[in-house]
């Protein structure tokens, strides 16, 4: 390899050599990764030590990647890398519910629920209740639409995170949308959380001066037959860390309001969840775009 101003660099040659690839949308994609890689090392002048530590620590990523754990989501997050994502592929219809990251912690397959179930197994949050109208961008209701839903505990830990001290499952629920598009379930308010700091990711935050948390959330995805499925979060009015989230996914349309219900208008609402004392009601469309 030669790199003077009549012989290609090793920019070139790397490029170049995809130039049999026989898809073109893989070839495109590593030869633009390829130029931006080597554009990157000759501006910042990444030494040898440098590159070094940072194969490292992408090494030590993907140790950290366990079936109930995934690092590289998590860092592809704190990067904003995830967000930026969902935004480049955002093709929304107007008044369509807004995407955004899918997170770290959807790793396990959620529970077929019942109507008006509860996803809160482990008890000792503050109650709420989620009231979601699933429907289309024209308006229509869409009975039948799936809805995924996961969570933190009122403590800010997933199940996976504490096995021993949630069921399978707790803060997780797979629902289908009733005859008017309607979704509801009992589940506890979420809590603000730090997302894992003992692994590579936690590292690189501490090095910069980052803090790690997430405003409180709850995880949504929504979909029916003949329209596009929306990934999305509903976050928590109010709370702390809505102005800095970790993973860049706050959007002002997403923020709603968790209403203090402490003297019941509708009595059977309460009854039918078990409830008897003050709870919080959260109610808000989830609005799918057509194909």
Known sequence: MTTDATHPTVTDEAVNSFDGAPDPRLRELLTGLVRHLHAYVRETGLTQREWERAIGFLTATGQACTDTRQEFVMLSDVLGLSMLVEEVNARRAEGATEATVLGPFHLTESPVREPDATIDLAGGGEPCVVD????????????GATVDVWQADGHGFYDVQRPDTQPPGNGRGLFTADAEGRVR??????????????????????ATGRHPYRPAHIHFIASAAGHTPVTTHIFVAGGDYLDSDAVFAV?????REFEDIEDPEDPALARQFGLSGPFRLARFDLVLERT
């Open 185 to 206: 379930f009992r589940s506890c308010v979420p809590s603000a959380y730090p997302i894992p700091t003992d692994g590579p990711v936690g590292t690189l935050l501490a």
């Open 132 to 143: 979601v109208r699933v429907r289309s961008d024209d308006g229509t209701p869409l009975p």
């Open 251 to 255: 959007k002002p349309s997403l923020v």
